[in-house]
């Protein structure tokens, strides 16, 4: 079992960036898929991006790619959400997730772990 900690989140204007950090517990963190997503008021939690085990594949979701990088530091249990050119879209509680498994994983029905949650706010 794994458990997960976001943090790095607040409000910040429209164009500045954020860095989210997830720190797991654990000895096998580098065995899991990592996965980002977010959930504004009143939507469906989202994809954002997901990460393979040894950090070497990554995928977006077309809303943030170009944008957003995610990243991993296993010796750190650790893993990133570098934010940039942020928009009031991207205002929502944004969630880490984790899958023992290999490949990447699209679907928030797919992860096992979850942490609390982090809100970004982004004013315009």
């Known amino acids: 079992q794994v458990q997960l900690l976001e943090s790095g989140g607040g409000l910040v204007q429209a164009g500045a960036s954020l860095r989210l950090s997830c720190a797991a517990s654990?000895?096998?963190?580098?065995?899991?898929?990592m996965g980002w997503f977010r959930q504004a008021l009143g939507k469906e939690r989202e994809f954002v991006a997901t990460?393979?085990?040894?950090?070497?594949?990554?995928e977006y979701a077309d809303s943030v790619k170009g944008r957003f990088t995610v990243s991993r530091d296993n010796p750190k249990n650790t893993v990133y959400l570098q934010m940039d050119s942020l928009k009031p879209e991207d205002t929502a509680v944004y969630y880490c997730?984790?899958?023992?498994?290999?490949?990447?994983?699209?679907?928030?029905?797919?992860?096992?772990?979850w942490g609390q949650g982090t809100q970004v706010t982004v004013s315009s």
């Open positions: 654990g000895r096998t963190f580098s065995l899991y898929i």
């Open positions: 997730a984790a899958k023992q498994n290999q490949g990447l994983y699209y679907s928030a029905s797919l992860y096992d772990y």
């Open positions: 990460i393979s085990r040894g950090g070497s594949n990554t």
